[in-house]
């Protein structure tokens, strides 16, 4: 069974850096695509961005400037950093997996608060 | 503004058919990506309903299902259950953007 559990503060102050971790469990790290999701209150879902083991990264224009996903094979972890928060960054993140261009499996989300 | 429109909201009987719509352009549903459909329910994490466009996972009832057709495509849902109160999503990669693309969703509301 694929797990996948987001970690983290769920508090961040305006102009710092939300740093979020996903451990993943029941499948290689180095199988998928790994990405980050993020749905601001009550609104849509918002692709982050996605990181392969061999390197391969691709990050939303709007957010690349302040954005990196990063893999740790041997701890079976996706970290992301977001880097000069403000309000707009108040979301609920979700880690998740992707093959063949689509999620497989999502996990449970973590909300984080951008506070000033 | 999302690159793949759909509906805001939609609603439905119990029993009856829904379809909600995915319009994109040419550099995403019609330059030929597959376009994949989420359900969340409230409080919960999306989960993937259809991929590839038509395909289903184990476990998703066969009153899903999903087309695509030039620079659109559409979930259906026959058979509508209270059970099926959700938000929808459909989801593609745009070549211009270089970005994989979420629709803005759809709430179901089921009467």
């Known amino acids: 069974q694929v797990l996948l559990q987001e970690s983290g503060p769920g508090r961040v102050k305006k102009s710092e850096t939300l740093s979020l971790t996903c451990s993943v469990s029941g499948v290689s790290i180095s199988r998928y695509y790994w990405s980050w999701i993020r749905q601001s209150p009550g609104k849509g879902l918002e692709w982050i961005g996605h990181?392969?083991?061999?390197?391969?990264?691709n990050y939303n224009t709007s957010l690349e400037s302040r954005v990196t996903i990063s893999l740790d094979t041997s701890r079976s972890q996706v970290y992301l950093d977001l880097r000069s928060v403000t309000a707009a960054d108040t979301a609920v993140y979700y880690c998740?997996?992707?093959?063949?261009?689509?999620?497989?499996?999502w996990g449970r989300g973590i909300l984080v608060t951008v506070s000033s | 503004q999302s690159v793949l429109t759909q509906p805001p909201s939609l609603s439905g009987a119990p029993g009856q058919r829904v379809t909600i719509s995915c319009t994109g352009g040419t550099s995403n549903i019609g330059g030929g990506y597959s376009v994949h459909w989420y359900q969340q329910l409230p409080g919960s994490a999306p989960k993937v309903l259809i991929y590839e466009s038509t395909n289903r996972p184990s476990g998703v009832p066969d009153r899903f299902s999903g087309s695509k057709s030039d620079t659109s495509a559409s979930l259906a849902i026959t058979g509508l259950q209270a059970e099926d109160e959700a938000d929808y999503y459909c989801?593609?990669?745009?070549?211009?953007?270089?970005?994989?693309?979420f629709g803005g969703g759809t709430k179901l509301t089921v009467l």
């Open positions: 990181r392969f083991n061999s390197g391969d990264t």
């Open positions: 998740a997996s992707m093959n063949a261009g689509h999620v497989t499996h």
């Open positions: 989801q593609s990669y745009d070549s211009s953007l270089g970005a994989v693309v």
